[in-house]
């Protein structure tokens, strides 16, 4: 008994500790189990197969190098094989996931600020500053953009830019017509289709926005605005004499001026419907909206004015020169709207410019093949999953990389060919996931609209009015869009 006894005592605390072992794992994976029911999709989830590259720099400089190529997405492309459409990277200082998966960008677009705020380089952060549309979140983002988006889509704006983009683009035809006349009137002269478009565009946005008119002031906010865009992609050094520097004094200067027409339309204010996007900031009567906030946006609206608009022309012209058949078509196209306007005696109105099918389906290719904005990044606030499968963890950058989904050979047959009649049976992917020129999402562009009645405009004009021939010009993708030498032709007035 008493062996017995002492048998028994050992024995039960050990037989309990086990029970209670078997009965701990047992509710342990019932609870794995449960959890993994709640939220299988983020148990799969998981960071994609990629590289960090090296210490600190990470893949940039094969970024770079890549972009600075003939075929930037090249950098991209090489991974995607090893990799997959969606891979991490460690790019501008920071870990990222890219993603050249269409439905993957679209999902992160479509994210709202709970999961993932914009991010850009610390130079352009720097020069935005906080209270930027690129980088504001919640309520007053969606404020800021939804009053910019109803003004740009507006018909009474689009009516104005249209009647001043067709005053500046008469102007400066004007102006090559007399060159051509100072040579005996039958040579032809050399324009920078480039250089021309910035300043048309320009003053024609300006106004529009400011309601400034030409002048010495156009002309000072010119000139510093110029300075100001250069410091965007720059080193993020804010010292004296550095680019960054630089363009920081440059936006303080066109605040300043800026904030001294807001005051002038305070004391002067009349009950009359906006004519200007200061106009509509103002009138909203929300003390957010301060002057500070205005006049930075308004300098943030201005970018396209200098790179996006001018350059989607520009482009435009280079491959409509390389292209004879498209170019003839577009010519055959406006010149009938222009009979059709002349005979009885009416002016061209923004509808009629849209209203050019074929010009439409030329913008559409041109932004296709040239991709303007090759990409944008966010950044994630908290672990997020993607499409049930994707990891995008807390403080990672995400870069959606449009320009390999845009020159996709499994979405766009013969996608490195100029073809604006792929869009003729095409045009619902002009607002699908595989389209994205101008973003998306809660944050899409609010003035594509207008971009295009721009480019529109200067290409009635131009193929109505004069022949050229072009010159050789390469486009150069970093660290902005850009034609290297500014696109000459040379122009000969038709008669």
């Known amino acids: 008994m008493e062996v017995l006894s002492r048998g028994g005592a050992n024995s039960w605390p050990a037989s309990v500790a086990a029970a209670l072992l078997v009965a701990a794992v047992i509710a342990g994976a019932l609870r794995w189990a449960k959890k993994r029911r709640s939220t299988s999709g983020t148990a799969r989830a998981r960071l994609p197969g990629g590289s960090l590259g090296w210490p600190l720099v990470g893949e940039t400089l094969a970024f770079i190098s890549a972009a600075y190529s003939p075929r930037p997405e090249s950098f ?11 891979f991490k990277s460690h790019l501008w200082g920071s870990p990222a996931v890219v993603s050249s998966d269409a439905e993957v960008s679209r999902a992160v677009l479509q994210a709202d600020a709970s999961s993932f705020v914009p991010w850009y380089p610390r130079s352009l952060m720097e020069l935005m500053g906080e209270s930027s549309i690129l980088v504001l979140g919640g309520g007053l983002q969606r404020r800021v953009h939804g009053l910019s988006g109803a003004f740009f889509k507006s018909p009474q704006l689009k009516a104005r830019v249209t009647a001043g983009m067709q005053r500046r683009v008469a102007e400066a035809m004007d102006a090559w017509r007399r060159r051509c006349g100072g040579d005996g009137g039958a040579g032809a002269v050399v324009v920078r289709v480039q250089d021309e478009a910035k300043s048309i565009v320009f003053e024609t946005l300006v106004r529009a926005l400011i309601g400034l008119e030409p002048g010495q002031e156009m002309h000072f906010l010119k000139q510093q605005f110029h300075e100001f ?37 305070k004391e002067n204010r009349a009950y009359e419907a906006p004519r200007d996007m200061i106009d509509v900031l103002m009138s909203n009567g929300s003390d957010e909206l301060t ?10 609206f201005m970018i396209p004015a200098e790179d996006s608009v001018p350059v989607l022309i520009t482009l435009a012209v280079k491959y409509l020169s390389e292209c004879p058949l498209a170019l003839e078509q577009l010519e055959e196209e406006n010149m009938e709207l222009k009979r059709r306007k002349s005979d009885v005696g009416e002016t061209l109105q923004w509808t009629d410019y849209m209203s050019l099918t074929f010009t439409q389906h030329v913008i559409t290719e041109t932004l296709r093949i040239g991709n303007i904005i090759n990409g944008i990044m966010r950044k994630a606030v908290k672990d997020v999953e993607v499409k049930g499968q994707l990891l995008i963890p807390k403080g990672w950058c995400v870069f959606l990389y449009f320009r390999s989904v845009h020159l996709d050979g499994h979405i766009y047959s013969d996608p490195y060919a100029f073809n604006p009649w792929r869009w003729k049976e095409r045009d619902i992917m002009a607002g699908s996931s595989y389209f994205t020129p101008f973003g998306g999402g809660q944050r899409l562009c609010p003035g594509v609209d207008l971009a295009r009645l721009e480019a529109s405009i200067f290409l009635h004009h131009l193929v109505t009015s004069f022949s050229w021939v072009a010159d050789e010009d390469t486009v150069v993708n970093f660290p902005t ?15």
């Open 291 to 300: 002057d500070e906030l205005i006049s930075d946006n308004m300098i943030d």
């Open 481 to 495: 869009v850009r034609l290297k030498r500014g696109m000459p032709i040379k122009v000969t007035p038709k008669t």
């Open 229 to 265: 865009i250069a410091g965007l992609i720059s080193l993020p050094i804010k010292l004296p004499g550095a680019q960054l520097y630089r363009s920081i004094k440059a936006k303080k200067r066109m605040a300043k001026l800026i904030q001294k027409i807001i005051q002038e339309k």
């Open 76 to 86: 991209v492309e090489k991974r995607r094989l090893l990799y997959g459409k969606v």
